[in-house]
């Protein structure tokens, strides 16, 4: 299943600056907001938390290109250990894309969840709510799917969000409204990201047009 294609640069590139940036984006938060306040104890805490949290992010994503099971492992044990960091719902995705290429859907949805609950923020978020929908869709669960799509998301996602109720109601034989969410996909500037979404409308198109051909020769 191809959850990943759409959004994969855009969580790369959030890993990347992050993995560039974090430490002194937090240090300079950290700071910023102990002086504001005054607290010094909180402040020197804090940063210590969060520097200690991007090195074991780093430790997690480095173990992935050795051993995938330790990588797993040390995946889990970091978001037990780091529920407040920014880091957790990064990855939660991750190992998310890695239960997905096992087709461990189940596993994938838990791990979604816990993206969303813990995004840093709602472009984050919204990355993890449209992959856990496709997830639904994969699992036969159309409904849920849609209704996971009601979500208020950026607008920047909204041509994500019609292809993904496309796709719902085409496997729920609903082609009328599966058309009507591929063409607001293709309004919203969709084909930028996906070429791909010309593709299903245009098969829905066809699969109509020998529909009514089959009609017409009963």
Known sequence: MEIYETEEQQV????SFW?????????GLVVGF??????????DAKLASEVEASDAYQAVIAAKEKDNDVYKVAGDKFIQANADSSYTS?????????????????????????????APSEGIKAIAITRLARVQIEQGEFDAALA?????????????????????????????LARNAYQAAIDADGLTT??????????LAQLDGLTKTVQQNK
């Open 12 to 15: 790369d590139a959030i890993k």
């Open 19 to 27: 993995a560039e940036n974090g430490n002194a984006i937090i240090a």
């Open 34 to 43: 102990g002086g504001f306040i005054g607290f010094n104890y909180y402040k």
């Open 90 to 118: 990064l990855t939660a995705l991750s190992l998310a894309k890695d239960a997905a290429e096992k087709k461990d859907w189940a596993q994938v949805s838990t791990y979604l969840n816990t993206a969303i609950k813990k």
């Open 148 to 176: 996971t799509m009601k979500a208020a998301l950026p607008v920047s996602f909204k041509a994500t969000v019609e292809e993904i109720k496309g796709d719902a109601y085409l496997k729920q034989g609903k082609k009328e």
């Open 194 to 203: 996906n070429p791909s979404l010309q593709l299903k409308f245009d098969d």
